[in-house]
């Protein structure tokens, strides 16, 4: 188990191909420090959800959205890693043509997203707009 962010590139990595090889990683910690690092993968995919069935068979290290590992870390199939450490937010758009009146199946999304950053606790980040 690493206890540090050094320790993280001694450590087998899944890589996810869109962010590139190396991948660079920066960290930062509750009291505000950073630490920034080049981490190069031993396995790669373009999926998520392929990074994550590679975790649970113990191939390496992933870092991927909570939505996707919420229930294996709920139920302890994976494990966080340097809890006092997390990556920096990332930003949720939903673009769409510029319209007098939406379709249904767009204004539906926009409020299941809403409410589903709400219901993770979010609501903080900047609002969703409908424009």
Wanted: charged share 25%; with cysteine.
């Amino acid at each position: 188990m690493p206890d540090s962010p050094q320790a993280l590139t001694q450590h087998h990595w899944v890589t996810f191909t869109p962010l590139g090889n190396p991948q660079f990683v920066r960290l930062i910690h509750r009291d505000g420090g950073e630490h920034r690092m080049r981490m190069t993968g031993r396995l790669f995919t373009n999926s998520g959800m392929a990074m994550k069935e590679l975790a649970l068979t113990g191939k390496g290290i992933i870092r991927n959205f909570f939505a996707n590992v919420e229930r294996e870390l709920r139920s302890g199939e994976l494990i966080e890693i340097l809890p006092d450490w997390r990556l920096p937010e990332i930003n949720c758009y939903a673009i769409m043509p510029r319209r007098e009146i939406q379709p249904l199946k767009v204004r539906r999304l926009l409020e299941h997203m809403k409410l589903y950053l709400k219901e993770k606790g979010l609501n903080d980040l900047e609002q969703i707009r409908q424009e």
